[in-house]
């Protein structure tokens, strides 16, 4: 019993050793911006937004924040093409997370967890779609985190992608929109971007709250 939680301890050191090292290496190659970001795809005519996409899903792994992807997405593309790019990007990385965090760890955790992590992990198994939605939706939840903790959940992939493409696409719009709208941030566009913002994170913080309450109740 001891040798198999020394081992998923070890699967879980390895996870974040990887993720942690994937983001010191993109930090350290120089200053983490849009514009960086738009500097690697610029160039590529009509093959930049599937470049893009590339590109982002990788920094996603990595931790790279996803509005400073989004926004580079506005830069490049504008709203109108920069906004399913950026939907694409930040599905396709979160997806890319959840897979490694899935096929290193998760064993792992079922062998490491309480009575009270059992419960809250079956909770939110159950509640798969709507789990991941909510995390996606409510305020300050880290976006990138959440693509590893759902990896070690038993969330199914295709609930994950579905709730992770639905859940970012008001934020990937809005901030597609500013992105690019930085010229100009009292047009219409960004405006618009901006109550977008608000009105996620008022109905975000009412579903965390629900959410948490049945999640307590659950565990």
Known sequence: ???LR???LVRLAVLAALVAAAFLIVASSGS???RRVQGWVDGYGIA??????????ALTVCLFPGPLLAGASGLLFGTALGTPVSIASATLGATLAFGLARGLAHDAVTQL?????????AFVGRRGFLSVLYARIAPGVP???????AGLSPVALRAF???????????????TALGGSLDDLGSPEALIAVGVLAAMAVGGLLLARRDLRRGRAAA
């Open 48 to 57: 930049g937004p599937l470049v893009f996409v590339a590109v982002s899903s």
């Open 32 to 34: 983490l911006s849009a």
């Open 161 to 175: 992608v579905a709730a992770t493409a639905l859940g970012c696409a008001p934020r990937a719009f809005a901030y």
């Open 6 to 8: 020394r081992r998923a």
């Open 113 to 121: 967890q309480g009575r009270r992590v059992a419960a809250l992990r």
């Open 143 to 149: 976006y990138n985190l959440v693509n590893y903790a």
């Open 1 to 3: 019993m001891a040798a």
